[in-house]
């Protein structure tokens, strides 16, 4: 086996070692994960295809029933190509493949381009583009494995590998496990998208300062970038990501788990100050932010960050609870994130609402933001009183406890007429149901005023606030 595979040109150093036993294990590659059957049906000679398709057409229907079949059988052969690029029958949610990745790395869109071609068919242009993919990335240690599958389509049947032990071997190897499930969480990413037209839930509005949105869905292990403008949200790009080694939901320093909830980009770290390990940079995130710590959440250096010189990319699960990028991704992110002013949402799964809908469920808080407002104008602190917790806290350049913040507002107010402009809504539902708002205030007669970041809780019907941040 080893000498069929040289004679395939298999040149990079750490696939030659294992080769033989990818060979044998190709079913369980990205290959035929992307489209069971293909590699069969790719190696299988066209003509004993033709002549087993005649004789049972001439044997079982007349030519009328046979074309009606292969009318049929090309209607179903589009449906799996579209299925394999990721496109929805739903033409008004239909997204190729090449639009899902328009901004992804070129080396991912490679990939997808080297998956498509192999589930027509065509094993040999997708053998030729996968040699040039891992000649141009050699840490990308997947699409490594991909090409090794695609030589591994050229051997005789008669020469294959089928030694059981090797197999078992095989199929326990860790790093073989995390390749399979890397190379499924990409196919299901770019299977299943998200419906044209559609927000993930937690962003109800969002002002046009912010001109980019980050959410991160777990079990696709997927960072969706969407860019804000005045014709609201719109995705233009998704990468592949990891997250912790023990999953999501991180409660305590040192759980290897990633943080599930709202948050900011609060810097970019420039690499030079960094260790190789982060790559082409690091963009922390306010973890714990103010919900967290209200439940008691520890912990802290939460990045969103690059990977070793060495990996193109990790597995799924391989972070001490980071969102880690392939290096090029990161350079595009770098490029666009605000610090301050970007979100950043991680979610266990996204779901994506219409327009129409987020602005609906934005309307139930408007009418409570509007309703503390003009409290405070009113210089009423009782009735102030009723949208605070006992337990609120502000954190400003002078920070005030409890409710001696409402004294401090009144007087703020002093009756004037106040607008909010540039307001941003993200609503967070784990249990408890929160809203993060920011928005800036001027009075009337004034020409600047400040930025207020709010996090509210809802209890029963009504919204109550338990901390704010005075930004600027």
């Given at each position: 086996m080893a000498d069929i595979v040289r004679r395939s040109r298999l040149r990079t150093p750490s696939l030659r070692r294992s080769a033989n036993m990818l060979a044998a294990f190709m079913t369980a590659s990205a290959l035929l994960l992307a489209t069971p059957?293909?590699?069969a049906a790719s190696t299988k000679p066209a003509s004993a295809k033709t002549s087993s398709a005649k004789a049972k057409a001439a044997h079982s229907r007349p030519a009328a029933r046979e074309a009606k079949a292969r009318t049929k059988k090309a209607a179903a052969a589009d449906a799996r190509t579209a299925a394999a690029k990721g496109t929805p029958r739903n033409k008004a949610a239909a997204v190729s493949s090449a639009a899902a990745i328009q901004q992804a790395s070129s080396a991912e869109a490679r990939l997808i381009a080297v998956y498509e071609l192999f589930g027509r068919g065509q094993a040999r242009p997708a053998l030729a583009k996968a040699r040039d993919l891992v000649r141009d990335y050699p840490n990308f240690q997947l699409a490594q494995l991909v090409y090794a599958d695609l030589l591994a389509t050229q051997v005789p049947p008669a020469h294959a590998f089928s030694d059981a032990t090797g197999i078992a071997?095989?199929?326990?190897?860790?790093?073989?496990?995390d390749l399979r499930e890397e190379s499924r969480r990409r196919l299901q990413a770019l299977r299943d998208r998200p419906p044209a037209g559609t927000v993930p839930s937690q962003f109800l509005a969002l002002s046009t300062r912010s001109r980019y949105a980050i959410a991160v869905d777990a079990s696709r292990s997927r960072l969706y970038l969407l860019e804000n403008s005045d014709k609201g949200l719109q995705l233009v790009a998704d990468y592949y990501v990891s997250v912790?080694?023990?999953?999501i939901g991180k409660a305590t320093e040192g759980d290897a788990r990633t943080p599930l909830g709202v948050y900011y980009v609060t810097s970019s770290l420039d690499p030079k100050s960094l260790r190789d390990f982060y790559g082409a940079g690091a963009?922390?995130?306010?973890?714990?932010n103010p919900y967290d710590v209200r439940r008691g959440k520890t912990g802290s250096g939460i990045w969103l960050h690059g990977t070793p010189p060495q990996q193109f990319s990790r597995a799924p699960l391989a972070s001490d609870g980071c969102v880690v990028m392939a290096n090029p991704d990161l350079k595009q992110l770098?490029?666009?994130?605000?610090?301050?002013?970007?979100?950043?949402?991680?979610?266990?799964?996204?779901?994506?609402?219409?327009?129409?809908?987020?602005?609906?469920?934005?309307?139930?808080?408007?009418?409570?933001?509007?309703?503390?407002?003009?409290?405070r104008a009113n210089g009423n602190e009782a009735q102030l009183k009723k949208f605070y917790l006992p337990d609120f806290q502000r954190n400003s350049k002078k920070n005030i406890d409890g409710f001696s913040v409402l004294h401090d507002e009144v007087e703020y107010a002093q009756g004037k007429r106040v607008q909010f402009k540039d307001m941003s809504f993200l609503h967070w539902r784990d249990g408890d149901d929160t809203m993060v708002a920011t928005f800036g205030e001027v009075f009337e007669g004034e020409k600047s005023g400040r930025t207020r970041r709010q996090y509210w809780l809802r209890q029963g019907s009504e919204w109550k606030l338990f901390h704010e941040e005075i930004l600027g």
């Open positions: 059957g293909a590699a071997r095989l199929r326990s190897d860790p790093a073989m496990a912790g080694k023990s999953g963009l922390p995130i306010n973890y714990p770098l490029r666009k994130v605000q610090i301050g002013a970007t979100p950043v949402v991680t979610a266990p799964s996204l779901q994506w609402i219409s327009r129409p809908q987020a602005e609906k469920e934005a309307q139930t808080f408007t009418s409570a933001i509007s309703a503390w407002k003009d409290a």
